[in-house]
Structures are given as C-alpha cells and as structure tokens.
C-alpha cells in the first residue's frame, strides 16, 4: 500500500490555515444574529402596541359606557386607557382618545352605540434621542372598539 505525500508548501498553508474557521464562524454570527435579535425586540414592541392600543380602546369603550354621566365617562375613559398603557410600558403622552357617539348628541342615552378610537405612537427599541430620532423612529397604532350603552342604564 502506497501513502500519499503532499508538499511541504501545501502542508504549510494547511497549518496557517488552523483556527481560522472559529473566526470565521464568530464574525459571520455576529453579522447576521445581531440584525436578527434586532428584528425580534422590533416585532415585540410593534405586538406590544398592537396588543396596548386594542386593549385600551376595548376597555375606555366600557369604562364610557358604565360612567354615569358624559364628563365621567371621559374620565373613566382617560383612567382605562392610562391604566392600559401603563400595563404595556407605554406612556399616555403618545397616545389620543377620542369618544365617538352615533347619534352625535348626547352619548349616554339606553341604546346608543359608543364607539372610542385610541392612538398610539411605539417607539422602536435603542433608538437614540438625537436630532428627534425617537419621534421619526416611532410608528403608529391606532384601535377602536364600539359599545352599546345599555338598555337598563339608568344615568344622569
């Protein structure tokens, strides 16, 4: 049986060659893992201000409606969707609630449909507060959730 022999030269280059596949490895990981888990605190803070946005707007809707006057249904209103985005880490300051009835009079009447619209603005994860990046870097999110004010509601 005959052995195979290389030249020095090949074994030379073949021996410079040694570890540099774990560098390769770790700078290739990098560059794509980083962008990555990047994306996925993105796509989790977009969910969360889905998730914010449409729990605030059902739970204002049935804050206004339970209230026993307009004035408190706004309050009532105003305090589910502070409380609601509290829960998500948001802050109220990027958000707006506006009460909408159908009838466009008095909205606590037995039989009226409520309907509240809630906006938010996410901001997305790391961004830098320079040259109001974090305001251009925000996206949008806005919810409506409709309620019928009760037959036996017996307000104001």
């Not at 969910?47 to 006057?69: D, K, N, Y």
């Not at 249904?73 to 985005?85: N, Y």
């Amino acid at each position: 049986m005959r052995r195979l022999s290389f030249p020095n030269s090949f074994r030379r280059n073949f021996r410079s060659e040694q570890g540099s596949a774990s560098l390769e490895f770790l700078t290739v990981g990098m560059i794509l893992l980083v962008p990555l888990v990047y994306l996925v605190l993105v796509m989790s803070a977009l969910q969360a201000g889905a998730l914010a946005a449409e729990g605030a707007a059902r739970q204002a809707a049935r804050a206004f409606v339970l209230a026993e006057s307009d004035a408190a249904g706004q309050s009532a209103a105003a305090r589910a969707l502070a409380v609601t985005l509290d829960d998500y880490g948001l802050t109220q300051d990027e958000s707006e609630l506006v009460v909408d009835c159908s009838a466009g009079g008095a909205c606590l009447v037995r039989g009226e449909t409520v309907t509240v619209h809630v906006r938010i603005s996410v901001s997305l994860p790391f961004v830098p507060d320079v040259l109001e990046l974090q305001n251009r870097a925000s996206v949008p999110m806005t919810a409506a959730s409709t309620q019928r004010v009760s037959k036996f509601w017996g307000g104001g």
